[in-house]
Every structure is written in C-alpha cells, then in structure tokens.
C-alpha cells in the first residue's frame, strides 16, 4: 500500500513538472536567476524529468500489480474415469 502511495506521488511529481514547463505557465512560475545562470534548471530539462518521472510510476505500478496476482491452479475432478469439473486450488 505504501509503495503504491509513493509511486503514486511521483507521477503526480511528473505531470505538475509536465504542466509547469509550458511556456505560459513557466513564464508566470518566479524562478531564482542563479538557477537559471547555471542553464541546468531550463523548460527542456523539466519537461525530460518529468516525463521520466511520469514513466517510472507507470512501470512501478504495473510491477506492483503483477507481483499481487495470486497464482490459481485448476485441478480435475474425476468420476470413475469421466472428468466432471475443475477445482481451483491457490499456490502459496
């Protein structure tokens, strides 16, 4: 539950990192000058990032969810030598 909580956060990280980096509401965001002297912190380089964040959480969540599936196996029921159904047993 808290990895999904997390994963969850970071792809919210990302698309507010996302919807910043267009250009009207970049303009408006109050940026430090010193961050942007250094040309690490541009609009391109927000944009990356939080595509990459917006892709890492789709993958963690498919991982977690993958990883929950419990395995059912189904098992024959026999009479005399006639199948007549399947039972479903859980694998630990």
């Not at 303009?27 to 430090?32: A, E, L």
């Amino acid at each position: 539950m808290v990895k999904k909580i997390i994963t969850y956060i970071i792809g919210c990280i990302g698309v507010i990192g996302l919807l910043a980096s267009i250009p009207k509401v970049w303009s408006k965001i109050p940026i430090p000058k010193s961050l942007l002297a250094d040309k690490i912190f541009t609009q391109a380089n927000v944009t990356i990032v939080s595509i990459g964040l917006i892709v890492a959480s789709i993958l963690l969540l498919k991982q977690i969810r993958s990883s929950k599936k419990p395995t059912i196996k189904e098992v024959p029921i026999y009479h005399e030598e006639d199948v007549v159904g399947f039972r479903r047993i859980k694998n630990k």
